[in-house]
Nanobody
Framework: QVQLVESGGGSVQVGESLRLSCVATGRIFSEHAMAWFRQGPGKDREIVAGIGSRGDDDTYYSDPVKGRFTISRDNAKNTVYLQMNSLVLEDTAVYYC????????????????WGQGTQVTVSS
């Protein structure tokens, strides 16, 4: 049974930065792709960024965050990060860490295990 614990959320103003972290236990972290999703008020959950088990050679970003967010991982620490810069109001959401239970190469359609989520609120 995998456990994913997110941290780093909070309240910031437009243009500021936050870094989210997610520590995974219960699986061999280095063998699995990871991702960050978010769910804004009244919206469906959407993928934000993903990273394969190899790291920087295999990353994905959704269009709204491309160029502002960076996903990375430290396999020695079983941790995936999401560096969020130049935050905008539309980034307000609960952010979820997810582990791909099926493999190490990042794909958007797979079976995910989920963390409990961390709130990010951006205000003007």
């Amino acid at each position: 049974q995998v456990q994913l614990v997110e941290s780093g959320g909070g309240s910031v103003q437009v243009g500021e930065s936050l870094r989210l972290s997610c520590v995974a236990t219960g699986r061999i972290f280095s063998e699995h792709a990871m991702a960050w999703f978010r769910q804004g008020p009244g919206k469906d959950r959407e993928i934000v960024a993903g990273i394969g088990s190899r790291g920087d050679d295999d990353t994905y970003y959704s269009d709204p965050v491309k160029g502002r967010f960076t996903i990375s991982r430290d396999n020695a620490k079983n941790t995936v990060y999401l560096q969020m810069n130049s935050l905008v109001l539309e980034d307000t959401a609960v952010y979820y860490c997810a582990l791909d239970t099926l493999g190490g190469e990042f794909v958007t359609s797979t079976r995910w295990d989920w963390g409990q989520g961390t709130q990010v609120t951006v205000s003007s």
